[in-house]
C-alpha cells in the first residue's frame, strides 16, 4: 500500500502523511500541557482558588483517559478516519470555548472537549501500521510515540511566551489555531478507513474501564486537597479496584473486548504496558519538581527565581534529547533486541534523575539533567510502540495502544501526585515552600523506581522462538481471523520490530 504505482496525487498525500500524523502527536502533547504554565494566571484572572484552577490540567486526562480506548477500538474498524477527524473537530471547538473569555465554566468546559484528542496519538500508529510500507513503518510510528515527549519541552516556552506577552486566552488561541491547522491537513492527507469488519463496541468494558480510570485520577488529582487520610478519598480509590477488577474479569469473558488483555499473555506486550506506566511515573515526577524548584525564589535557599517562560526553556533539551533519541535507538533496538535497550533506557533515566538530587546548584546543572532525562524517557517511548506492533494483529493496534496511551496518563498523574505529596511533606506548618532535602528526597525516590524498573525490564521480555507467531492466539478467537494481507503486514511489523 506505499503508493509506488498510483497516481501523482496519491504519491504526494503519502509523502506528507507522517508530518502530518507527527503534527497531530504534537499537537496532543501541547493540549495536554497546555494548562500547567497557566494554572497561576488562570486563578488570578478568573477569581478561583488554586486548586480549582488546576482543573484546566485535570479535566483533559481524566477525558482523554476515558475516550482513548473507546476511540482505539472504534479506530481499529472501517470508522478510523471519522473518529480521528470528530476528534480533531471536539478540539477545535474545544479550543474556541477555552479561549473566549466566558468564565471558567467555560474554560473547563472546552479543555474537556480538548482531551479527546488525546486518543489521537494510537490512532495515528495504527494508520501508520496499516497506510506505510514496512520500511518506513518503524521511524514513523518512534517518531509518533516520542511526539509526547516533545510536545511537552514545546508546549511549555511557547505558551508561557504567548501568556506572558499577550495574555491567558491568547494561549489558548494559539492552540486553538494549531488544531484548526491539523484538522484541514487531517482531512486532506488521511487515507480512508482501513477495510474491516466493523466490531461491536464493548459498552459495558468502556462504562467500567471509564469509571475505573476517572475515580483513579480524579483521586489522584485532589488527594491532597481531600487529604490523603479522607473518607471519600478512600471510598473513591476503593470504588476504583472494585470497577477495575470487574472490568478486567469482564474483558475477559467477551468476545469482542473493549481492549484485548489476553494479548498480556505476550511477555513482550506486559514489558510495553509496565514500562509505559512507570516511565510515564518517572517523566512527571521529574518535570514536576524541575518546574517547580526553578521557579523557587532564591529567598528560600535554593531555585532560581525564574519566570514562566524561562521555566518552560529548562524543559527544551528534554524535548530535543527525546527526539534525538527517537532518531537512534530504533536503529539500536534492531541490533541489539529490546529485551536489551529497555533495560538501557531505564539506565539512562536513572542517571538523570541521580543528576539532579546531587547537583542543582547552578542553572546549566538542571538544563544538563533534563536533556539526559529526555534522551532517557525518548529512548523507551521510541521502541515501546514496535514492542507492541509487532506483537499484536493489525486489528488490534488501535487498542492495544491506546490502552498503553492510558497507562501513560495515568503514570502521568501518578507521578505528580508523588511530587507534590514528597514536597509537602517537607513543607513545614505555616510555611509555603518545602526545605530543599524535599526535591533531593523525592528525586532519589525516583531513582529508586528506576532501579526496580532495570530488574523488571531485564527479566520480564520474552524471547521468542523463530517461526512463532505472537498473533495465533488471537487469530483463533471468533471475530478476530485476520485477512492475508493484514497476516502479511503482521509479518512485516514483527520484521521492524526485531
Not at 488562570?42 to 480549582?52: P, T
Not at 472504534?74 to 474545544?94: E, F, I, K, S, T
Not at 529508586?448 to 505472537?470: D, E, F, H, Q, Y
Amino acid at each position: 500500500m506505499d503508493g509506488s504505482t498510483e497516481g501523482g496525487p496519491r504519491n504526494r498525500r503519502q509523502r506528507a502523511l507522517i508530518p502530518v500524523l507527527v503534527s497531530l502527536g504534537m499537537l496532543v502533547a501541547v493540549i495536554s500541557s497546555l494548562g500547567a504554565p497557566l494554572v497561576p494566571t488562570i486563578a488570578a484572572e478568573e477569581h478561583v482558588a488554586l486548586h480549582d484552577a488546576q482543573w484546566s490540567v485535570t479535566v483533559p486526562l481524566l477525558v482523554g483517559a476515558v475516550v482513548t480506548p473507546v476511540m482505539g477500538r472504534l479506530g481499529d474498524g472501517p470508522r478510523r478516519r471519522a473518529v480521528m477527524l470528530g476528534a480533531l473537530a471536539a478540539v477545535l471547538a474545544g479550543g474556541i470555548l477555552a479561549a473566549l473569555p466566558l468564565g471558567f465554566g467555560s474554560l473547563v468546559t472546552g479543555r474537556a472537549l480538548q482531551g479527546i484528542g488525546l486518543g489521537l496519538i494510537p490512532l495515528a500508529i495504527a494508520t501508520a501500521r496499516d497506510a506505510l510500507p514496512p520500511h518506513r513503518t518503524g521511524p514513523a510510528v518512534a517518531s509518533l510515540s516520542i511526539t509526547t515527549v516533545a510536545g511537552v519541552g514545546l508546549g511549555y516556552p511557547v505558551t508561557g511566551l504567548i501568556a506572558q506577552s499577550f495574555g491567558l486566552h491568547a494561549g489558548f488561541w494559539f492552540g486553538t489555531a494549531a488544531a484548526a491547522a491539523a484538522l484541514v491537513a487531517a482531512a486532506v492527507v488521511l487515507p480512508p478507513s482501513p477495510r474491516r469488519a466493523s466490531a461491536r463496541l464493548d459498552v459495558v468494558g468502556a462504562l467500567l474501564l471509564g469509571g475505573a480510570l476517572a475515580g483513579l485520577l480524579l483521586g489522584l488529582s485532589r488527594g491532597e486537597i481531600w487529604g490523603w487520610h479522607s473518607p471519600r478519598l478512600l471510598v473513591l480509590a476503593g470504588a476504583s479496584v472494585l470497577l477495575f477488577v470487574v472490568w478486567a474479569g469482564h474483558e475477559l469473558r467477551t468476545p469482542q473486548p473493549l481492549v484485548d488483555l489476553r494479548l498480556t499473555k505476550d511477555r513482550t506486550v506486559l514489558t510495553a504496558h509496565v514500562t509505559a506506566l512507570v516511565a510515564g511515573v518517572g517523566m512527571y515526577l521529574l518535570v514536576s519538581l524541575v518546574t517547580r524548584f526553578v521557579q523557587t525564589p532564591r529567598t528560600a535557599g535554593y531555585g532560581f527565581g525564574a519566570s514562566v517562560a524561562v521555566t518552560g526553556l529548562v524543559l527544551l533539551p528534554f524535548s530535543l534529547a527525546g527526539v534525538a533519541a527517537g532518531r537512534v535507538v530504533p536503529l539500536l533496538a534492531r541490533r541489539a533486541g529490546n529485551a536489551v535497550v529497555v533495560p538501557l533506557g531505564c539506565l539512562v533515566s536513572l542517571a538523570a534523575v541521580l543528576a539532579f538530587a546531587l547537583a542543582h546548584d547552578r542553572l546549566w546543572e538542571v538544563f544538563a539533567a533534563m536533556a539526559v532525562a529526555g534522551f532517557g524517557i525518548g529512548w523507551m517511548f521510541a521502541v515501546l510502540p514496535g514492542m507492541i506492533v509487532g506483537s499484536v494483529p493489525a486489528h488490534e493496534t488501535g487498542s492495544a495502544m491506546s490502552f498503553n496511551q492510558v497507562l501513560r496518563y495515568v503514570g502521568y498523574s501518578t507521578g505528580s501526585v508523588l511530587s507534590a505529596t514528597v514536597l509537602q511533606a517537607y513543607t513545614a506548618v505555616g510555611q509555603t515552600l518545602p526545605t530543599s532535602e524535599g526535591y533531593r528526597t523525592a528525586a532519589l525516590l525516583a531513582c529508586g523506581v528506576w532501579a526496580a524498573m532495570i530488574v523488571v525490564t531485564s527479566l520480564l521480555p520474552a524471547r521468542r522462538r523463530p517461526g512463532t507467531s505472537p498473533v495465533a492466539g488471537a487469530a483463533a478467537r471468533p471475530g478476530a481471523a485476520p485477512t492475508s494481507r493484514e497476516r502479511a503486514a503482521d509479518e512485516a511489523a514483527r520484521r521492524v520490530a526485531r
